[in-house]
């Protein structure tokens, strides 16, 4: 079973321009998370998706960052425009269903870099 | 606010020792987990700890919850060089399903 993929890897823009990051969650999984490690800081949860919609958004830090899920598999988070403290790891995670303590499955991360 | 925080933030040991690794939290919680970074890759899952728990084992980890106190512990025996890696607690409160993660320790394990 393949597990959670992101793309890309890594990826570095300059102040101002546009970053779109993908996330293709484990088949099945109607639970889709993101979460930003800004360095140095811990891994904050940004938003969950269950299915195609918001089910809470209340970690997305400003109108910079817009995310979507259309269909309900593979998941984009768009920044823009990127700012320098946007620089970190954008991890995603899914999950098989919402309940409290069900394990979440990491994919290997988004390494954002904004000079 | 950050909910979990480990210490050490790193912790260096010799391959063959046992690695202890601490937790706290702020607030209330239903569980509490612990995951595991290695350099590059993504946080895997090792072992979950319910509220109504006070000790968990699998294979070599050990995790212990103190609720009253708010902490629980990671315990590595005979750590291997494979071990080094970061480490993260993270909790889950009440209904909402999403994780707060502590800082991390950074663990490594000298052969």
């Known amino acids: 079973e393949a597990g959670v993929t992101q793309f890309p890897s890594h990826s570095v823009i300059e102040k101002g321009q546009t970053v779109t990051l993908r996330c293709d969650p484990i088949s099945g999984h109607d639970n889709l998370y993101w979460y930003r490690r800004v360095m140095g800081k811990e891994i904050k949860f940004l938003l969950h998706f269950v299915k195609e919609s918001k089910q809470d958004e209340s970690g997305m830090p400003n109108n910079r960052f817009l995310a979507e899920r259309t269909g309900g598999t593979y998941s984009t988070l768009k920044v823009q425009p990127a700012e320098l403290e946007d620089s970190g790891v954008y991890f995603c995670?899914?999950?098989?269903?919402?309940?409290?303590?069900?394990?979440?499955?990491f994919g290997p991360g988004t390494r954002l870099t904004v000079t | 606010s950050q909910q979990g925080e480990e210490d050490p933030q790193a912790l260096s040991i010799q391959e063959g020792e046992n690695a202890t690794m601490n937790c706290s939290y702020k607030t209330s919680i239903n569980n509490l987990q612990w995951y595991r970074q290695n350099s590059g890759r993504g946080l895997v899952h090792l072992i979950l700890?319910?509220?109504?728990?006070r000790e968990k084992h699998s294979g070599r980890l050990r995790v212990t919850l103190d609720t009253s106190k708010k902490s629980s512990s990671l315990l590595i025996t005979a750590s291997r060089a494979a071990d080094t890696a970061s480490y993260f607690c993270a909790t889950h409160t009440g209904a909402n399903s999403k994780l707060t993660f502590g800082k991390g320790i950074t663990l490594s394990v000298r052969p």
């Open positions: 995670a899914s999950s098989q269903d919402g309940v409290t303590g069900r394990k979440q499955y």
């Open positions: 700890i319910r509220s109504n728990e």
